[in-house]
């Protein structure tokens, strides 16, 4: 069975650091888009980082100079290191892979909430 299991997100201050995990495990196969998406209390889910290969990457323009999208291809993961985080970061974030066959995946979801 197919699945993307989260992990890394929690409570922090404003202006800590969180770092986020994605594995894909099960029947997923030939991997093309991995990324992250986020969605606020009362607004709709929006693109955060996505990472179209090792080194090519596309960044919401609220998250760029604080975040950084990597990914492993041999352990089919990836990451979101998030820095400088602040209030308006907070939200339910959802790891996104898409194959070459058209086939899309959505995590669970991980909890990220920002406050002092």
């Known amino acids: 069975q197919a699945q993307l299991e989260e992990s890394g997100g929690g409570f922090v201050q404003p202006g800590g650091s969180l770092k986020l995990s994605c594995a894909a495990s099960?029947?997923?196969?030939?991997?093309?888009?991995m990324g992250w998406y986020r969605q606020a209390p009362g607004k709709e889910r929006e693109l955060v980082a996505i990472?179209?290969?090792?080194?090519?990457?596309n960044y919401a323009d609220s998250v760029k100079g604080r975040f950084a999208i990597s990914r492993d291809n041999a352990k089919n993961t990836v990451y979101l290191q998030m820095n400088m985080l602040k209030p308006e970061d907070t939200a339910i974030y959802y790891c996104y892979v898409n194959t070459y066959f058209g086939q899309e995946y959505w995590g669970q979801g991980t909890q990220v909430t920002v406050s002092s």
């Open positions: 099960g029947n997923i196969f030939r991997i093309n888009v």
């Open positions: 990472s179209r290969s090792i080194l090519i990457t």
